[in-house]
């Protein structure tokens, strides 16, 4: 596998997953105006067959943190 082709497919899938993400959370704030600011936890997880041989250590990152309302 060529690095430019993996580096490409990482980044349409991050990009894919930020706007779809922020979207949702957009609309989320707008359907609930009274809470906040929003306490999310945010997953990548390898959801790849191995079969008989997994990695020695599975992909998986983890990022919480807040996103605040903003101010009128």
Known sequence: MQEGTSRDDIR??????????DE???GHLARNPGVGPLRLRLFLEDL????????????KVEVAGE????EP
């Open 67 to 70: 996103v605040r309302r903003q």
């Open 24 to 26: 949702a959370i957009v």
């Open 12 to 21: 349409r899938l991050l990009k894919t997953f930020g706007v779809k993400a």
């Open 48 to 59: 790849t067959n191995y079969g008989d041989v997994p990695p020695e250590q599975l992909l």
